[in-house]
């Protein structure tokens, strides 16, 4: 260990005396051209020095520009400098895009105003916020805030471009709201005066209509699931109305087998358990059909594991594959939800309990977008009128009157 350092400090005095000795080379050369009888002058400007050349044929200078680092050399002192003065003028200059401290940027107000104003949001959801940020709306991170309170075209026009490149009119929807309400917030607090997204058109997106499964599909579903890895949680989810989020949640302390019930109160998504959608979503489902059969081959698991380990992306993009290679189109993971609900109402079930199963809140949610007749259950519906309106109109009018 000593030697290495000795070898260390001899490199360091080696150094050192580089140094002196290239500096000695210099002012000998300097004394030999003043033997010459040459005066050598050294100036100064603008932080540039103009000074003798090493091999005493008279002087020069060396500055920087945007295009790198240049010489100016010349018989005198005078004639450099007034070289250096000309280039200088016409010198491309380097842009410094150093951003002053108290320059409040859209990145800066972006955490301000999650961490001020939407902090009560659910974890799942602000997840959402910070991908959505980094995916699109990074690319204006560094812009001041006060370059979106304007209502030039060229910014406008710019804004537009950025919003029509971003693929998916659903995530284009998106990154609009976000972007608009954290402007709004800014506009709010006086931060800023205009925002420019009240001047931009907001994106359209049209919902695919996600159908329940008729009764033929959802026997040939069922069929079409046997042998596949997540024949136990379409099976549970079909059968209970549950969100995908809220089935892969599910961890065996969630399960009843004596009552047969299932408590739902947490949700699954991008890798985190969170609270669920709603309060209403907190709530107690019944294990109908063969569910508890299912769901009993987990009795022995710990209370804390979930049941279902499986990627979201993976259980939605199979599904779709099934009933596509069965000719049925337009479907997703909240297929199994609204054919749950349907299911329930083409046999009576009133639609304020089939709220309570799905935790709607509103009982018009679940009339107008979970509950969707099919088409042949007119007849039904009708038989069943003509039994119920089929009474005796014939009023008995002999009366018996004692006076």
């Not at 140094?19 to 051209?33: F, P, R, T, Y």
């Not at 972006?110 to 997840?127: A, F, P």
């Not at 001047?199 to 009764?215: A, E, F, G, Q, Y």
């Not at 081959?297 to 993009?317: E, G, P």
Request: glycine fraction near 4%; aromatic fraction near 8%; proline fraction near 3%.
């Amino acid at each position: 260990m000593l030697e290495k350092n000795k070898e260390r400090g001899k490199t360091v005095t080696n150094k050192k005396n580089l140094s002196v000795l290239l500096e000695a080379v210099e002012i000998l050369k300097n004394e030999c051209l003043l033997e010459k009888g040459e005066t050598m002058k050294i100036l100064k400007y603008e932080n540039k020095t103009i000074k003798p050349r090493p091999n005493g044929r008279g002087y020069y200078v060396r500055y920087r520009d945007a295009n790198g680092q240049h010489a100016i050399y010349g018989n005198s002192a005078e004639d450099v400098l007034l070289k250096l003065k000309q280039t200088l003028k016409s010198a491309p200059k380097k842009e410094r895009k150093r951003q002053s401290r108290n320059v409040l940027t859209l990145g800066i107000w972006w955490n301000k105003w999650l961490k001020v104003y939407k902090q009560d949001i659910r974890l799942s959801t602000g997840l959402t916020y910070k991908s959505v940020f980094n995916c699109h709306i990074s690319k204006f991170a560094g812009k001041p805030l006060s370059w979106f309170n304007t209502r030039e075209i060229s910014v406008i026009e710019e804004i537009n471009e950025f919003l029509n490149s971003i693929a998916g009119s659903r995530q284009r929807v998106k990154v609009f709201n976000y972007l608009k309400a954290c402007l709004e917030q800014a506009k709010t607090l006086g931060l800023i005066e205009v925002n420019i997204l009240d001047l931009l058109p907001r994106p359209k997106h049209k919902k695919i209509n996600i159908r329940p499964l008729t009764v033929q599909e959802q026997q040939l579903f069922v069929e079409s699931i046997k042998g596949c890895t997540y024949e136990d949680l379409y099976l549970v989810m079909l059968l209970t109305g549950l969100r995908v989020g809220e089935a892969l949640a599910l961890t065996r302390e969630d399960l009843n087998f004596n009552n047969k019930t299932i408590h739902v109160h947490k949700t699954y998504s991008t890798g985190v358990l969170s609270a669920p959608k709603t309060e209403t979503s907190n709530r107690v489902v019944p294990m109908f059909g063969i569910c508890s059969d299912i769901l009993s081959r987990f009795a022995s698991y710990d209370n804390s594991f979930r049941i279902f380990k499986h990627d979201i992306k993976n259980v939605s993009k199979t599904l779709k594959e099934i009933c596509e290679g069965q000719g049925i189109n337009n479907v997703s993971t909240h297929t199994l939800r609204k054919t749950f609900a349907t299911r329930l109402f083409e046999f009576g079930v009133p639609a304020l309990q089939i709220q309570q199963w799905l935790g709607h809140s509103d009982v018009l949610t679940t009339e107008r977008i979970y509950i969707k007749l099919a088409p042949n259950s007119n007849q039904k519906w009708l038989n069943l009128a003509n039994n119920v309106l089929n009474f005796d109109t014939q009023l008995d009018t002999q009366l018996s009157v004692n006076y």
